[in-house]
């Protein structure tokens, strides 16, 4: 079961970092990070994370796509600050998108606090704090 949950969590790390189109794809990457499967593994941890295809034919999370929509409709900046991460949303929206934070399964990710308009997400590092920023900033465009 180990195995299968660390596959995962390579997925989707892989698809939250580059654009992939196709399950072949997938596999080949999964395979150069050491992991041994096959196209039809792959499908079945696909189906079962319920992935989408993006407007632009990529794999991606559907919390992902929850999130961006939301970011992309209700917030306006996203500033990290050592291992903080603070958003700032229309009033009234911050903890309707704390909420899709906190479920987004964010790697280094340890909670979120949300107010009328502003969201603090804490990260475990400053490192993942930036990541976190610049992944939540992308979906601003």
């Given at each position: 079961m180990a195995k299968r949950e660390n596959r995962k969590s390579a997925i989707r790390a892989l698809v939250r970092a580059e654009e992939i189109r196709t399950q072949k794809e997938l596999v080949e990457r999964l395979q150069a990070q050491g992991f041994d499967c096959t196209q039809a593994t792959v499908s079945r941890d696909?189906?079962?994370?319920?992935?989408?295809?993006?407007?632009?034919?990529?794999?991606?999370?559907?919390?992902?796509?929850?999130?961006?929509?939301?970011?992309?409709?209700?917030?306006?900046?996203?500033?990290?600050?050592?291992?903080?991460?603070?958003?700032?949303?229309?009033?009234?929206?911050?903890?309707?998108?704390?909420?899709v934070v906190d479920n987004a399964d964010v790697p280094g990710l340890v909670g979120t606090i949300a107010g009328d308009n502003t969201i603090m997400i804490v990260a475990k590092t400053e490192e993942r704090a930036r990541e976190i920023a610049q992944h939540m900033a992308n979906m601003l465009r």
């Open positions: 696909i189906a079962e994370m319920g992935f989408v295809k993006s407007d632009q034919g990529f794999y991606a999370l559907p919390e992902d796509m929850a999130m961006k929509r939301l970011m992309a409709e209700h917030a306006f900046s996203v500033e990290e600050a050592g291992n903080l991460v603070v958003v700032k949303t229309r009033s009234g929206s911050a903890s309707m998108l704390g909420e």
